[in-house]
């Protein structure tokens, strides 16, 4: 499969607790995003890199959010110290960086459940 | 005001109706725009591009309007299996550029 992938799909954690997820993107996109999205609304914008470089994270974003793309291949995001209000499903997505014409491509999502 | 303006809906149509919508954005240095269809509970699909000279798949008919700086989705003769929520995303295209995605808007079609 050489779509985008990440891990885990699910994931169950207690309120205070950190957790990770990973995110494998198409391997010739040098554009990584992350997005949260709860019921009913569309992606939230995260954060994104371009190779390894952070370009920029949403302002909304504590800082108990953290991501990683060390060698501008996979990406890490990281939210420590989990609330309730973070359950939601954490997409990320890839794309080419061509300009014009860029379309994403996402992977299946991580849900996460706060308990 | 928000990057990317789009009707919630939800929009309840029988089978067989015409049904558009339409997505506004703020940025008029935007060079790039699609239409993505999302399943509940999975995650984002490319539907289309958006080209100024109108794209048409099949029964879907996507444009882009640069003067009021929105694009629009126009299906026609629904299906049941369209039902789902239609995002729309538009790419800045400059070196720093990203997407922006509206919020969906959600569509069902009855029988």
């Known amino acids: 499969d050489t779509g985008v992938s990440q891990n885990p799909r699910h994931k169950i954690t207690k309120r205070g607790q950190n957790v990770t997820f990973r995110c494998d993107p198409i391997?010739?996109?040098?554009?990584l995003y992350w997005y949260r999205q709860t019921l009913g609304q569309g992606p939230e914008f995260l954060t994104y890199?371009?190779?390894?470089?952070?370009?920029?994270k949403s302002r909304l974003l504590s800082d108990r959010f953290s991501a990683e793309r060390p060698k501008g291949s996979f990406s890490t995001l990281e939210i420590q110290r989990t609330e309730q209000g973070d359950s939601a499903m954490y997409l990320c997505?890839?794309?080419?960086?061509?300009?014009?014409?860029?379309?994403?491509?996402f992977g299946q999502g991580t849900r996460l459940t706060v308990v | 005001r928000k990057e990317v303006e789009q009707d919630p809906g939800p929009f309840n149509v029988p089978e067989g109706a015409t049904v558009a919508f339409n997505c506004t954005y703020s940025?008029?240095?935007?060079?790039?725009f699609f239409w993505y269809r999302q399943d509940c509970r999975k995650e984002p699909k490319l539907l289309m591009s958006?080209?100024?000279s109108g794209n048409e798949d099949g029964r879907f008919t996507a444009q882009l309007n640069r003067a009021s700086q929105y694009i629009s989705l126009l299906i026609r003769d629904s299906k049941l299996s369209d039902s789902a929520t239609y995002l729309c995303?538009?790419?800045?295209?400059?070196?720093?550029?990203?997407?922006?995605f509206g919020r969906g808007t959600q569509l069902t079609v009855w029988p």
């Open positions: 940025n008029s240095a935007s060079q790039s």
């Open positions: 958006v080209y100024s």
């Open positions: 890199f371009q190779n390894e470089a952070q370009l920029e």
């Open positions: 995303e538009y790419f800045t295209g400059s070196t720093l550029g990203r997407l922006y």
């Open positions: 997505a890839s794309s080419p960086n061509s300009g014009v014409g860029t379309e994403a491509f």
């Open positions: 391997s010739e996109h040098n554009r």
